[in-house]
Every structure is written in structure tokens, then in C-alpha cells.
């Protein structure tokens, strides 16, 4: 099990890497610059829940297969852009795909520790979503997460089919794979069929006499 997780937790670095690598490689950074949206964009979430649940030093910095993972995957992204800009908007996809993994590797993280079930599904919701913040922020954007996309919903809903599981003493195995796919489902559904949630409208400001007096 302990394997599982590892593997989870890597493959999940690499590809939200791989995100953050593509992002850097659209806006024309130069190598050093994609590696460091790969490191920051695979490890930010772990970083945050790592730190949350006091496993200190995090993994991100304390085992170096993640700073290895997440810098062959910058490398591969800066050499063969080219091959990963094929697939259909691929900065999504790994997202997505990321996205699934982090939020189930991360709520088992957080149930091992001790955690209430609802905080470990917010836990875990939060280690899926860190990476695409950080990226984000550093390229100087509005968080993903914060334009009614169907995102933070998504990492939600697989972690909470992780807790779920958990409760029913169901097979960790499956619960986690069940809980990805769902995640990984809405995330990509949710940007194939443009699924938002609402979106705050500011209150109009009513005219007056003198403003319509001004217009004419």
C-alpha cells in the first residue's frame, strides 16, 4: 500500500509538472523558468498538506524523487513541446489528471494522520488544487480555481468518495481509483462541455437625472 501511494503521488507529480512546464513553454520562459513552474506547479499542494498535518519536512523537499520527477518532466516539456501542444488542449488534461490523483493521494494522507473525515476531504481538495494555484500565480493569472470552473468541485468529489470509502471500510484501492476517475471525469466533462458554476455580478449603480443629463 505504502507503494501505491508512493507511485500515486509521483505519477501525480509528473504530470502536474508537465502542466506547469506546457504553461511556461506558452508564455516563452526560458528553461530555468519552466522548471521552476514544473517544481512549483507538482509540488505546492503536497508542500501545503504536508505542512498542515505536520509530516515535516514535506516530502516535495525531504525525498528527491520528486524534485527529479518534476524536473524530467520540465526537461521533456522544454525539449519536445512541440509532441505535447499535439494532444487537445494538453495544459487541461494534466491538470486534470494531476488534479485526481493529488486529491486522493492526499485525503489517504490526511485519514493516516489522524484527521476528521469532512477536514481530510478539505485537505485533500487542497492538495489538488495548490499546484494550479501556484502555477497560476506565478504567471501572474487568476487562479483557475477562482473562474467558476468546475475545479476545486471536482477534487472535492473524489476526495470525498476516498472518506466515503473509508468510512464503509471498502478496499483502499478501489476507493482511491473510484475517487480519481470521478474527479478526473467532472474536471474534463466540466471543460468539454464548458459546466461553470455561478459567477458574481456586481450590483449596477442606478442612474440619476444628472448622469442621463451628462450622457446627452
Not at 504530470?15 to 513552474?37: E, K, Q
Request: hydrophobic share 55%; with cysteine.
Amino acid at each position: 500500500m505504502q507503494a501505491l501511494l508512493l507511485g500515486l503521488d509521483l505519477v501525480g507529480t509528473f504530470v502536474f509538472a508537465l502542466s506547469g512546464a506546457t504553461a511556461g513553454v506558452r508564455r516563452r520562459l526560458d528553461l530555468f523558468g519552466v522548471l521552476v513552474l514544473s517544481f512549483a506547479a507538482s509540488s505546492s499542494g503536497g508542500i501545503a498538506r504536508d505542512v498542515l498535518i505536520g509530516a515535516v519536512p514535506p516530502a516535495a523537499i525531504s525525498d528527491w524523487r520528486y524534485l527529479a520527477v518534476s524536473l524530467l518532466a520540465g526537461v521533456i516539456t522544454f525539449r519536445w513541446s512541440a509532441v505535447i501542444e499535439r494532444l487537445r488542449n494538453p495544459v487541461r488534461i494534466f491538470d486534470a489528471a494531476g488534479l485526481a490523483l493529488f486529491a486522493v493521494a492526499g485525503t489517504h494522507k490526511a485519514l493516516a494522520s489522524g484527521l476528521d473525515p469532512a477536514m481530510a476531504a478539505l485537505l485533500g481538495m487542497l492538495t489538488g488544487i495548490g499546484g494550479g494555484i501556484a502555477r497560476d500565480l506565478l504567471l501572474a493569472q487568476v487562479p483557475m480555481v477562482l473562474q467558476a470552473e468546475l475545479y476545486a468541485i471536482a477534487a472535492l468529489a473524489g476526495a470525498t468518495v476516498v472518506v466515503v470509502g473509508s468510512l464503509l471500510s471498502a478496499p483502499l484501492g478501489v476507493a482511491m481509483m473510484l475517487g480519481a476517475a470521478l474527479c478526473f471525469g467532472l474536471r474534463v466533462m466540466a471543460v468539454w462541455r464548458g459546466w461553470r458554476l455561478p459567477t458574481a455580478r456586481p450590483p449596477q449603480t442606478p442612474t440619476t437625472p444628472v448622469d442621463n443629463a451628462r450622457d446627452t
